[in-house]
């Protein structure tokens, strides 16, 4: 078959959809991608997809959305696909409409988080379940990484298609334990002591991560912080990391290290991760820190809860709580023997639940690939 692979920005085809692309093509299909341009596309091309770049903005500007449905619908039209699968918001509703003007036969949509959320204005999230159902209607397969969302989705009637749950995974062989050679070298690396405990966040330099309660939580956690990523030119959130500026305590342990490509020997360097964001959809960074057999503190939201047992795997605090947050990272930076046994448990449910090849093979036979 000829299938399309959509979303909103390089960051997401070439750092989330990747393993999936190549999958589909190893099983003999066509695919193409189409997203914003970008220099990530680089590494998709590298690995033997297509792509079309087509200008997608990450708004909910009707003209913006008008404009970028056109030009899907043009591609899509002198394409002829068989399937267009679609993810991430804006990218899966101007999408849809575009599959569905072009008549393809197959429109799918996984809904690696929806964008509305228990914590949004009831207006607000009233306004995008609206265009969710309308969208639906176009839809003829849903699939969902948190369980969550799938029943929420069915009990509404959210879409006219088939609707499943398939989580979220990452790659076992990437996200595994290291010996303490490793550990060393990386701190060294980094200039973080040898012996000192750290605590790894990775996600984007956004406000909704849940940054301004971590950097003000750190004040009061005897650790280093370490935080890969950054803001993409695309997010209109405003940067988070003033709150670090003229505190030369904060300076001295949490260490801004930018957009990494050796996550995988981070989180095999720490010795806890946290994500304490607002909203989520299903969270693979999680995932890749259970995998490497990390503790987790999470904030009690769709998907973290999932993955994270509370007091068994990690622990789980209110959204937007910094005293809660401090509590949870000091009581595990004060506890090896609590990280240690927490850490066991959680890759012992990662490879049980969130391996990579499985979510992928889930996918492939939803789609009849």
């Not at 595994?176 to 605590?199: N, Q, S, W």
């Not at 990523?229 to 709150?243: F, K, N, Q, W, Y």
Request: proline share 6%; hydrophobic share 45%; with cysteine.
């Amino acid at each position: 078959m000829k299938i399309c692979q959509l979303c909103a920005v390089d960051f997401t085809m070439a750092r989330l959809l990747l393993p999936l692309l190549v999958a589909l093509k190893e099983r003999g299909h066509e695919v193409v991608a189409i997203c914003s341009p970008g220099p990530l596309l680089e590494r998709v091309e590298a690995a033997g997809i297509r792509c079309r770049p087509v200008p997608i903005e990450r708004s909910m500007n009707p003209l913006a959305a008008w404009r970028a449905t056109r030009a899907l619908a043009r591609v899509m039209r002198q394409e002829r696909f068989d399937i267009v699968h679609v993810h991430t918001p804006v990218a899966s509703l101007v999408g849809r409409l575009a599959a569905w003007r072009s008549h393809v036969p197959l429109i799918a949509y996984t809904a690696h988080g929806f964008y509305f959320h228990e914590h949004m204005a009831w207006t607000k999230r009233s306004a995008f379940v609206a265009l969710e159902w309308l969208a639906g209607r176009a839809t003829d397969l849903l699939m969902t990484q948190s369980q969550e969302d799938a029943d929420f989705a069915r009990r509404t009637g959210l879409v006219t298609g088939a609707t499943a749950a398939i989580g979220n995974g990452v790659d076992p062989a990437l996200f595994h334990p290291r010996d303490g050679a490793h550990r060393k070298a990386k701190r060294a690396e980094l200039g973080t002591p040898p012996d000192a405990p750290v605590i790894l966040m990775v996600g984007r330099m956004v406000a909704e991560k849940g940054y301004p309660e971590l950097f003000a939580a750190m004040k009061k956690v005897d650790a280093h912080l370490w935080v890969a990523g950054a803001r993409l030119e695309s997010d209109h959130a405003r940067p988070v990391d003033a709150a670090l500026a003229g505190d030369a305590d904060l300076a001295g342990r949490v260490h801004l290290l930018g957009e990494r490509d050796d996550v995988p020997e981070l989180m095999a360097a720490a010795d806890l991760f946290t994500l304490p964001s607002h909203r989520e959809g299903m969270p693979r960074s999680i995932i890749e820190a259970m995998m490497t057999g990390l503790p987790v503190v999470a904030t009690d939201i769709r998907g973290s809860r999932e993955e994270v047992v509370n007091g068994t795997t990690g622990l789980l605090v209110p959204v937007a709580d910094t005293d809660a947050l401090a509590d949870a990272l000091d009581r595990l930076v004060a506890d090896p023997a609590a990280r240690s046994a927490m850490g066991e448990a959680g890759r012992t449910r990662a490879l049980d639940l969130y391996d990579e090849n499985k979510v992928i093979a889930r996918q492939l036979e939803l789609l009849g690939a």
